[in-house]
């Protein structure tokens, strides 16, 4: 049983070094390997907005079972408070993610064209949709 344990801590650290790269593969496209030398301010929040996911969810989910399962690969005595301690950061990750999100403000809205037979305008410039 120990050796699953260890397996799926040695998956978790591929994991979070998997995430890690792929976020500053990411980052380096977006600010080196650019062909215009604007980034718009939505660009740069997008940046910021996926620097801050990737920390969130790195230190409150993937470091977490990391320890835990390190401590239980490994048997490491009186390592419960700290693994469990740990662990806690597991359940403030929605509340943080939530925070994180309202600061943002960043959701994007696809605006789709709607075909002009897809409404009708009774003349008062208002477009309705029509119920399908």
């Known amino acids: 049983m120990r050796t699953a ?13 998997f995430i890690t790269t792929v976020c500053l593969w990411f980052i380096f496209n977006v600010f080196v390997e650019r062909h215009s030398s604007i980034i718009s301010k939505t660009g740069k929040s997008l ?34 408070t700290i693994a469990n301690a740990f662990l806690l950061l ?11 999100h309202d600061k943002r403000k960043t959701d994007a809205v696809a605006i789709i064209p709607l075909d002009k037979n897809d409404y009708y305008d009774d003349n008062d410039g208002i477009g309705y949709e029509k119920d399908f």
């Open 47 to 80: 940046v910021i907005a996926s620097v801050v996911q990737i920390l969130i969810c790195v230190v409150m989910l993937y470091l977490p079972m990391i320890v835990a399962t390190f401590a239980w690969g490994w048997n490491i005595h009186g390592s419960t």
């Open 5 to 17: 344990s260890k397996a799926v801590f040695f998956f978790f650290v591929f994991l979070v070094i």
């Open 90 to 100: 597991q359940s403030f990750h929605c509340t943080v993610d939530m925070v994180d």
